[in-house]
């Protein structure tokens, strides 16, 4: 699978390290680490703020298009900087590291029966000996399991949004 290419935090015209409740909740919990939290400029909102300078009158238009520059750019990067903080949150979330004896015994186990299963329905058509409904059905119920796992976890890890309630509740212990 090849990678997606890079794009800016500022090309998303909705994203979720712009959400309010989770920034509050991720500066409380990152405290002087916390990057300035100013609105976001978006395309649109620059545009139409341009239209407005068009208006005015030259002496004002040249330092009022110079700020509106700079108040773009110093919100392009803090959006970036958010956005690596939603990142991290993120895998955090996705990746507990407190992981229980329970855990551990529970995720081998649900591997060992997977690995199995993709052996045996391999194996059905190599060996005719193996050929048996009561070997193929549990191995294919395991198989979809594994598949829809899989596929979930896929999701989960690429879909951003995914996280967004998981971090809020996340940042909401950490942070009382």
């Known amino acids: 699978m090849a990678k997606k290419p890079f794009r800016a935090a500022s090309t998303f015209s909705v994203a979720p390290w712009r959400d309010d409740r989770w920034r509050a ?15 976001f400029v978006s395309l ?7 239209k407005m300078i068009e208006g ?28 690596g903080w939603y990142e991290h949150f993120h895998q955090i979330v996705l990746e507990p590291r407190e992981r229980t004896f329970e855990w551990h015994v529970r995720n081998g186990l649900n591997l060992n029966l997977q690995t199995a299963s993709l052996y045996i329905l391999i194996s059905t058509f190599l060996v005719p000996s193996v ?4 070997l193929v059905a549990p191995s294919c ?10 596929f979930y976890a896929y999701l989960h890890f690429t879909d951003r949004w995914q ?8 940042l909401a212990e950490g942070s009382a």
């Open 25 to 39: 909740l991720a500066k409380q919990r990152l405290g002087e680490k916390a990057p300035e939290d100013l609105p």
């Open 44 to 50: 649109e909102v620059m545009s139409l703020r341009l």
């Open 141 to 150: 119920i395991w198989t979809l399991l594994l598949l829809a796992e899989s």
């Open 56 to 83: 005015m009158p030259a002496e004002i238009k040249v330092p009022a298009l110079g700020q509106l520059h700079q108040e773009k750019a110093k919100s392009d990067l803090l959006d970036e900087y958010w956005r």
């Open 163 to 170: 996280t967004l309630s998981e971090q809020l509740r996340y």
């Open 131 to 134: 050929r048996h409904w009561w």
